[in-house]
């Protein structure tokens, strides 16, 4: 059985720094693509960072680019969101899942974490 569970969440002031970890189990990790999403209240869920089997692709929205990085480590079987300098635009429940960017049906998602950035 698959699962995803993320941590890490919380609340921060803005230019704050928060790091969310996901951790996996149940599946072939290190030959998966993984990526992160958040929705934002009253907002559709987003795309936020994504990263290859093997760490040398990674993707990110423009509103993130150069403020967040995404990591993995496939011995442990976990994926990071590294996020500086937070927004309160950045204030959303963030969730990690298998696959890229797509939102695909056979994708897995894990169960959330809220990050609340005050001004």
């Known amino acids: 059985q698959v699962q995803l569970v993320e941590s890490g969440g919380g609340l921060v002031q803005a230019g704050g720094s928060l790091r969310l970890s996901c951790a996996a189990s149940?599946?072939?990790?290190?030959?998966?693509?993984m990526g992160w999403f958040r929705r934002a209240p009253g907002k559709e869920r987003e795309f936020v960072a994504s990263?290859?089997?093997?760490?040398?692709?990674?993707s990110y929205t423009d509103s993130v680019k150069g403020r967040f990085t995404i990591s993995r480590d496939n011995v442990k079987n976990l994926v990071y969101l590294q996020m500086n300098n937070l927004k309160p635009e950045d204030t959303a429940v963030y969730y990690c899942k298998t696959g890229g960017e797509a939102e695909l049906t056979i994708d897995y998602w894990g169960q959330g974490t809220q990050v609340t950035v005050s001004s």
């Open positions: 149940g599946l072939p990790f290190s030959a998966v693509a």
């Open positions: 990263i290859n089997r093997s760490s040398d692709r990674k």
